[in-house]
């Protein structure tokens, strides 16, 4: 069974530039989630989709950030306009119905905002 | 809102010492309890879970206890391993899988 997909695995950009970063979820998971990471701590969670819908997104700085899962299967995340702190990792994670919490992660994409 | 409190890291054991790392939590309602492992160089996983009170999660020789009392789910396990070294993060999820919250995690290094 093929993991969680995530492209690109590093990305370097300037503030104020956008970027987007694209998941594909394990086949058959419903519900998609989006984390931040910034080094030395836990991931924090942006938003939850489960199938194309939110159920989650009161932690996503909507200002600068979207989101969105169309057919409810891959999703992309965007920032627009970066800034200095949004460098991280952030990373794609899926999970199976009847099973909330349980997580399968993707390798994540590590952004650098100079 | 849901939170985690884990015990501040890095922790450093021999190879065959007994490990124990403390995770309290915050939520409302009935959540669900986690460990999440993420080994050097590799993604997150998880390493166990429990769904209601005074269930005892376990897996590779780990277990964790969800003390709803005590509001607590400690990770111990009898003899660590080398390749034990990693990241733990306790999590939790709320009553229907939503409010996903993550520890600061805790750094383990075994010592051979």
């Known amino acids: 069974e093929a993991g969680v997909a995530q492209s690109p695995r590093y990305k370097i950009i300037e503030k104020r530039q956008s970027v987007a970063f694209w998941c594909n979820p394990i086949?058959?998971?419903?519900?998609l989630y989006w984390y931040q990471q910034i080094l030395g701590q836990g991931p924090k969670l942006l938003i939850q989709?489960?199938?194309?819908?939110?159920?989650?997104d009161s932690q996503l700085p909507k200002d600068r950030f979207s989101a969105e899962r169309l057919k409810g299967v891959d999703s992309t995340l965007k920032i627009q306009p970066a800034k200095l702190e949004d460098s991280a990792v952030y990373l794609c994670?899926?999970?199976?119905?009847?099973?909330?919490?349980?997580?399968?992660f993707g390798p994540g994409t590590r952004l650098l905002v100079l | 809102g849901n939170s985690v409190t884990q015990m501040e890291g890095p922790v450093t054991l021999s190879e065959e010492a007994f490990l124990t790392i403390n995770c309290t939590y915050t939520?409302?309602?009935?959540?669900?309890l986690f460990w999440y492992v993420q080994y050097p160089g590799e993604g997150l996983q998880l390493l166990l879970k429990?769904?209601?009170?005074?269930d005892k999660g376990s897996n590779k020789g780990f277990e964790a206890t969800y003390r709803k009392e005590t509001t607590s789910f400690h990770l111990e396990k009898g003899s660590v391993q080398v390749s034990d070294s990693a990241v733990y993060f306790c999590?939790?999820?709320?009553?229907?899988?939503?409010?996903?919250?993550f520890g600061p995690g805790t750094r383990l290094s075994v010592l051979p």
């Open positions: 939520a409302t309602g009935y959540p669900s």
């Open positions: 989709f489960q199938n194309n819908g939110v159920v989650d």
């Open positions: 086949s058959g998971h419903a519900t």
């Open positions: 429990a769904t209601k009170a005074d």
């Open positions: 999590a939790l999820t709320g009553n229907y899988g939503q409010n996903f919250v």
């Open positions: 994670a899926s999970s199976p119905m009847g099973a909330p919490g349980t997580q399968y």
